[in-house]
């Protein structure tokens, strides 16, 4: 998600990496590849980029949030700020 997006409310203890963003990449490539992470964007289309991109830099445990962000704040969960 951008950053607006993400300020506007996200899913609590979300990190914020922007898939469009210039270091996505490196950003990415920093984290805990043995870890597990639901990935979402907004409606689910840039999270399975994320989702590609992240299987390359050898993460396994991936899970792309299907319908994205906005299906789980419509399914009734309540978003941080």
Known sequence: ???REFDQGHIPNAVLLNVNGA???KDA???DRSKTYLVHCAAGIRSMKACNIMRTLDFTNLY???GGFNA???AGNKPVK
């Open 72 to 74: 789980w704040a419509d």
């Open 29 to 31: 490539a920093k984290l």
């Open 64 to 66: 792309n949030l299907k």
């Open 23 to 25: 270091t996505f990449e």
């Open 1 to 3: 998600r951008t950053q």
